[in-house]
């Protein structure tokens, strides 16, 4: 059976809510430019998710979006700054941050784009050059 446990998260400041529901797509570690230049911080932990399992539940008008390519349309909180969640929409799919959905069950299974890395971490997963095969990447595992 699927886990179709309902999970609820939120900005810094609380001003937008939402749930989760469900068992993502994938988790993972994230170490490309984009991610790290946006969150300002060296890694991104993502929790891959289908439109439909992401409800916001407060605060809907004050999630402030930004693309720098259409394939990422980044939301963030216009009152805390604090981000909340990026759509892929040429994927058909949306990453919310593991970071700020703090009861939910997180278990990474691999980084991604670790070719790009700024902090080199040991943990066993493997580390992908890019993204795997059936994603459209190479599916190159480099050392750790
Ligand atoms: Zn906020
Ligand atoms: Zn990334």
Excluded at 52 to 71: F, K, L, W
Aim: charged fraction near 25%; proline fraction near 7%; charge should be positive.
């Amino acid at each position: 059976m699927a886990n179709e446990k309902t999970y609820e998260g939120s900005c810094f400041c609380g001003a937008v809510r939402f749930t989760v529901t469900g068992e993502p797509l994938a988790m993972g570690y994230c170490h490309c430019e984009s991610c790290r230049h946006w969150s300002a911080s060296p890694v991104n932990a993502y929790t891959l998710r289908k439109p439909g399992a992401v409800e916001i539940t407060q605060g809907a008008d004050n999630i402030g979006s930004y693309c720098r390519t259409p394939r990422s349309h980044r939301k963030w909180c216009k009152s805390c700054g604090g981000h909340i969640y990026t759509e892929h929409p040429t994927k058909g799919f949306i990453d919310v941050y593991a970071a700020i959905i703090p009861d939910f069950p997180y278990r990474p299974t691999v980084h991604v784009h670790y070719e790009e890395t700024v902090l080199r971490i040991k943990d066993g997963l493997p580390k992908l050059k890019d993204i795997r095969k059936e994603r459209g990447g190479s599916g190159v595992i480099l050392p750790e």
